[in-house]
T-cell receptor, first 115, second 114 residues
Framework: NAGVTQTPKFQVLKTGQSMTLQCAQDMNHEYMSWYRQDPGMGLRLIHY???????DQGEVPNGYNVSRSTTEDFPLRLLSAAPSQTSVYFCASRPGTVTITDTQYFGPGTRLTVL | AQTVTQSQPEMSVQEAETVTLSCTYDTSESDYYLFWYKQPPSRQMILVIR??????QNATENRFSVNFQKAAKSFSLKISDSQLGDAAMYFCAYKGRSQGNLIFGKGTKLSVKP
């Protein structure tokens, strides 16, 4: 298993540009999430999905769109990038059942810089 | 809303010594999970240890153990026999029983001196 994969690892954008951060998992997990990590802020939830076709907003959703057309993929779209979106982005997944072994698996992260 | 607080932005420990990282949380739920994650310079988020709120026994994983005080809403991480490889950011996280996502603290940067 590759686990949770994210592409790209690094990206530089200009203000106003759009892009999609890719996230895929091969563990057949129902839950997938996007977090952003900023210095001194920990990780904050952007959007999440409880299954294909179902998404919902997290703590900091503004400026981001998501969709979940398949179980495996959960892309994060920036429609018009702003410098405030400079951050490290993590995708995570976990099985759908809520049990003690219900651990979140994180991707390696994408470092995004918006100039 | 649930919150997680890590009051120590930075900590330092001598190699082979013991260090304790603090975490407090606020919740009205009675059933939840608590986690400590390690983030080395590689950025990878690594699960260190987890605790179920309904278990009174403190979780232990090799050199890592927790002191879980449910009434005080405290969840500290103790690292024994610290090693250079323990140097990293450590995040405390909370998950409610029926929630799918984690609520993180702001992190503690741990340095290990040789």
């Amino acid at each position: 298993n590759a686990g949770v994969t994210q592409t790209p690892k690094f990206q530089v954008l200009k203000t106003g540009q759009s892009m999609t951060l890719q996230c895929a998992q091969d563990m057949n997990h129902e839950y997938m999430s996007w977090y952003r990590q900023d210095p001194g802020m920990g990780l904050r939830l952007i959007h999440y999905s409880v299954g294909a076709g179902i998404t919902d907003q997290g703590e900091v959703p503004n400026g981001y769109n998501v969709s979940r057309s398949t179980t495996e993929d959960f892309p994060l779209r920036l429609l018009s990038a702003a410098p405030s979106q400079t951050s490290v982005y993590f995708c995570a997944s976990r099985p759908g059942t809520v049990t003690i072994t219900d651990t979140q698996y994180f991707g390696p992260g994408t470092r995004l810089t918006v100039l | 809303a649930q919150t997680v607080t890590q009051s120590q932005p930075e900590m330092s420990v001598q190699e082979a010594e013991t260090v304790t990282l603090s975490c407090t949380y606020d919740t009205s739920e009675s059933d939840y999970y608590l986690f400590w994650y390690k983030q080395p310079p590689s950025r990878q988020m690594i699960l260190v240890i987890r605790q179920e709120a309904y278990k009174q026994q403190n979780a232990t994983e090799n050199r890592f153990s927790v002191n879980f005080q449910k009434a005080a809403k405290s969840f500290s991480l103790k690292i024994s026999d610290s090693q250079l490889g323990d140097a990293a950011m450590y995040f405390c996280a909370y998950k409610g029983r029926s929630q799918g996502n984690l609520i993180f603290g702001k992190g503690t940067k741990l340095s290990v001196k040789p």
